[in-house]
């Protein structure tokens, strides 16, 4: 649906986490529910990335990517599977999915929301200083990425940070706020490697997800591989 609409009764910001989600994993969920408290956010937007521009090709379909995606926001209303960047062709940029939600919720503002590590990268993004015209971002500590003292955003820092969320809603965007949140040294490529060595990834995903990797295989070894190792 591309058409405007307002949240009822609500002007609070909209934050959007895009991931490759290879799969979703509570490192996920929780920067998603600990963000939406602190800043305050009417819902959390999942947005998956159909074609990641920057990184080797997804393991899993974006189709399965999906299911699991949709499996492990199932209970919480809050959290929103947002496919657009699977109904839009070509590579999945940040910067047009920002775009294409301004303009669906021209009265709230955006929140991409971020990790460390994915903040790091920002200035190898597709027209990068243009998610600050559409969106606050708010970045989540994560176990191994420091935040930057220097180079462009560093800078960025000292122009735009914001020491409380509670300042982001002076303005409709271009702020930046860090927050700390549960230290969870779990990442999506951790648990496909774990997968593949035929352990269980319990406790690590929801259980709902973890049922699909299983029923699916979608992270196991393949035959090829078997035959050549
Ligand atoms: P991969 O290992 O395949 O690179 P990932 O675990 O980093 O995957 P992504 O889907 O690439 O997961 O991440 C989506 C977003 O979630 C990014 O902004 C990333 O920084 C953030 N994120 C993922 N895991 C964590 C975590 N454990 N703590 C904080 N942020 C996280």
Not at 168 to 188: F, Y
Request: aromatic share 4%; charged share 25%.
């Amino acid at each position: 649906m591309t058409s405007a609409r307002t949240i009822p009764g609500s002007v609070r910001p909209i934050g959007v986490l895009g991931g490759t989600f290879d799969p979703v994993h509570i490192g996920h969920l929780r920067i998603a529910l600990e963000l939406l408290e602190s800043a305050s956010l009417a819902e959390v937007r999942f947005v998956l990335a159909a074609r990641p521009p920057h990184r080797p090709a997804p393991k899993a379909s974006a189709e399965l990517r999906l299911r699991m995606l949709e499996a492990a926001v199932a209970d919480e209303p809050r959290f929103v599977v947002d496919r657009r960047e699977l109904d839009r062709p070509g590579p999945s940029y940040t910067v047009d999915t920002l775009a294409s939600l301004a303009e669906e919720f021209p009265d709230a503002s955006l929140c991409l929301l971020l990790g460390m590590d994915a903040f790091l990268g920002l200035p190898s993004w597709h027209r990068w200083p243009m998610h600050l015209e559409l969106a606050h971002l708010v970045v989540a500590h994560r176990p191994g990425s420091r935040p930057p003292d220097d180079g462009p955003l560093g800078d960025l820092l000292r122009e735009r940070l914001a020491r409380s969320p509670a300042e982001l809603s002076a303005s409709k965007a271009g702020r930046i706020h860090m927050q700390a949140v549960t230290p969870l040294d779990v990442s999506s490529t951790a648990i496909r490697t774990a997968v593949k060595a035929g352990k269980d990834p319990r406790y690590l995903v929801p259980d709902a997800v973890r049922r699909i990797i299983l029923e699916t295989e979608c992270y196991a070894e393949k035959e090829t591989e078997k035959a050549e190792g």
